[in-house]
């Protein structure tokens, strides 16, 4: 069964600073790979999706997310932070074979901004 | 266009009552999945509907909860009896064929 692991459950950043949140998943084949973000009282967005192809993928909002297969991750990143993007962010992963729409979501990571 | 839409946003009820979830797809799209988010969790895949059909039913905690989605467009998820246990936020999605899905703002459902 897939799985998908965020190593850090919250990130405090500076507004203008850098971002980089960590996402690994386990699964047995070529991974369909998503990233969400959840804003208090709004839905899960996508901000971003890979499903095959360049492994450098751009997303709205300025994110975007490196495939690396070698090391079972898909990282979001963002070259400057705004205080806008304070939100919760989910790294997911479709499910293999017949079940191939199943997302499985990480725990989350809560980012925090700083002014 | 309109995004996914469920209704109520939030509900409070009593342990042992039954509760209707609704969930509004966006036009035109065939699937629909129903998942679960406890507090500080990721979402969990409930049940998946094709259409009309039920395709997927294996995330459904136990017999409390079944979903339809009678003529393929909107969903009700029902819990019976509710349980303190089954507070949480129920999200819906909706998706094209094979594509990604888009997700409503969710019910938050608290079972006092």
């Known amino acids: 069964a897939q799985s998908v692991t965020q190593p850090d459950i919250h990130i405090t950043v500076s507004e203008g600073a850098s971002l980089e949140l960590r996402c690994n998943y386990s699964y047995g084949a070529t991974p369909y790979l998503f990233w969400y973000v959840q804003s208090p009282g709004q839905g899960l967005q996508l901000l971003l999706k890979y499903f095959s192809g360049d492994t450098l993928v751009q997303g709205i909002k300025g994110f975007e997310a490196e495939f690396k297969r070698s090391q079972s991750s898909f990282n979001l990143r963002k070259p400057s932070v705004h205080w806008s993007d304070a939100a919760e962010y989910f790294c997911a992963v479709v499910g293999s074979g017949g079940s191939n729409y199943k997302l499985t979501f990480g725990k989350g990571t809560l980012l925090t901004v700083n002014p | ?112």
């Not at chain 2, 939030?10 to 679960?36: E, F, M, N």
């Not at chain 2, 979402?43 to 294996?58: C, G, I, V």
């Not at chain 2, 129920?90 to 079972?111: D, H, I, K, M, W």
């Open chain 2, 1 to 112: 266009g309109a995004g996914v839409s469920q209704s109520p946003r939030y509900k409070v009820t009593k342990r042992g009552q039954d509760v209707a979830l609704r969930c509004d797809p966006i036009s035109g799209h065939v699937s629909l999945y129903w998942y679960r988010q406890a507090l500080g969790q990721g979402p969990e895949f409930l049940t998946y509907f094709n259409y009309e059909a039920q395709q997927d039913k294996s995330g459904l905690p136990n017999d409390r909860f079944s979903a339809e989605r009678p003529e393929g467009s909107i969903s009700t998820l029902t819990i019976q009896r509710t349980e303190q246990r089954d507070s949480a936020m129920y999200r819906c999605a909706s998706s094209a064929p094979y594509n990604e899905q888009f997700f409503g703002p969710g019910t938050r459902l608290t079972v006092l």
